[in-house]
């Protein structure tokens, strides 16, 4: 039997292959929710938002969207809930593989149960799922792949570099990713590839997030969304999918942007608490390793990445998600790489009960970032109302 089916009659296998089922079902539940309410205005809106009533950031994205529906006479909310789908089920299905090679040891169950790694962040607040983000996760899927299968590879480099074109396309904010993906890419990159050509393959990516970053400044925002929502109503959307992240582009920067003393307040100190329980995964993950300090510092550091968020946008929950979910990719990666014998060393039991409980009672919500109740308390609270 290969180590993967070994894995699978594990403990730890049978518990995250429970997991990820769970998690899938749940989100694609999710999305037929949504699809049968006409379309959710900021999980499905914000997709659809397109440059049909002039230029406006993440406009492009929908405005290809519109076109693909219109050449296959298709719904282009049918189109983009599958399109959601599928790049849910990639994520859960390649984090399982690799998860299962890896032989899923306790240090690792604990960081992809993170209640900041995205998929139980897609569960404990439905609302904050299936955001644009998915598309930067898609870009580091081919790396993941490439990692599983032992060899560098262009083609991984280049799906990725495709992916995360179309990402920063779609939202500004995917460009916050690159630093990640772009430590994901060198790492993955055949042995033989010198400095000099790493740097240069490294600087396409990077110039597409700078081309979107630039692109988006310059255009923040429409005064009148009318047009760009009549776009979907003529294609037999319902016109309240525009009362959400379509109507959000008529804001005015100015009024759009957080105030920077937001980040002194006792509220954010409390978030900035919810972060670093996040984090503490991470800090068992590496805690036999010779170097932890220096590895944890690396994971604490690269939140800075996403600092600049805090101050133009309240998705507090989301950047979290965000930074945790691109270091879990990363993670994922450099341990199919290196196969470190580290990793297999058991963490103390209480440290393991501890986060594992607290991933199964802790939630974040996408805004603002805010503890809710997480799987295990909503769940009892559901058989509860059931009884009842």
């Not at 929502?229 to 957080?258: F, N």
């Not at 879990?328 to 990793?343: D, E, Q, T, Y």
Request: glycine residues 8%.
């Amino acid at each position: 039997m290969n180590s993967i089916g070994q894995t699978l009659r594990s403990r730890n296998g049978i518990f995250l292959l429970a997991v990820l089922a769970g998690v899938l079902a749940y989100v694609l539940y999710c999305l037929h929710v949504d699809y049968s309410l006409g379309g959710n205005s900021w999980k499905q809106g914000d997709w659809l938002i397109n440059e049909l009533a002039g230029p406006i950031r993440r406009g492009l994205f929908g405005s290809a969207l519109l076109r693909i529906s219109d050449v296959l006479g298709a719904n282009p909310l049918v189109l983009l809930i599958l399109f959601q789908a599928s790049i849910v089920a990639l994520i859960v299905v390649i984090v399982g593989w690799a998860a299962l090679d890896l032989r899923a040891p306790d240090k690792l169950i604990l960081i992809l149960l993170s209640p900041g790694f995205v998929l139980f962040f897609w569960t404990n607040d439905p609302q904050g799922a299936v955001r644009k983000e998915i598309l930067a996760y898609l870009a580091f899927l081919p790396l993941v792949v490439a990692a599983l299968r032992g060899r560098g590879g262009y083609l991984a480099y280049g799906l990725s570099v495709v992916a995360y074109g179309v990402a920063v396309v779609a939202h500004e904010a995917n460009v916050f990713f690159f630093p990640f993906l772009g430590v994901a890419i060198w790492l993955i990159l055949p042995p033989d590839t010198g400095v000099r050509a790493r740097l240069v393959l490294l600087a396409i990516p990077a110039l597409l997030a700078f081309a979107a970053g630039l692109y988006a400044s310059a255009n923040t925002y429409v005064a009148d969304t009318t047009l760009m929502c009549q776009q979907l109503v003529d294609r037999g959307l319902d016109g309240a999918i525009c009362d959400g992240a379509i109507a959000y582009v008529e804001t005015l920067p100015a009024d759009a942007t957080m105030d920077p003393t937001g980040l002194f307040t006792t509220h954010f100190r409390n978030f900035l608490l919810i972060y670093a329980a996040c984090l503490i995964g991470f800090r068992v993950l590496v805690q036999a390793s010779p170097r932890v300090e220096m590895w944890f510092f690396a994971v604490l550091a690269s939140g800075l990445f996403f600092f600049p968020l805090y101050v133009l946008a309240g998705d507090y929950g989301r950047w979290l998600s965000g930074h945790v979910s691109a270091l879990v990719f990363l993670a994922l990666i450099g341990l199919l790489k290196w196969r470190p014998a580290w990793l297999y060393a058991p963490p103390l039991r209480l440290d393991f009960a501890v986060i594992l409980a607290m991933s199964l009672v802790i939630g974040i919500e996408h805004v603002p970032g805010a503890m809710i109740d997480g799987p295990l308390v909503k769940l009892a609270l559901a058989i509860k109302d059931s009884i009842m």
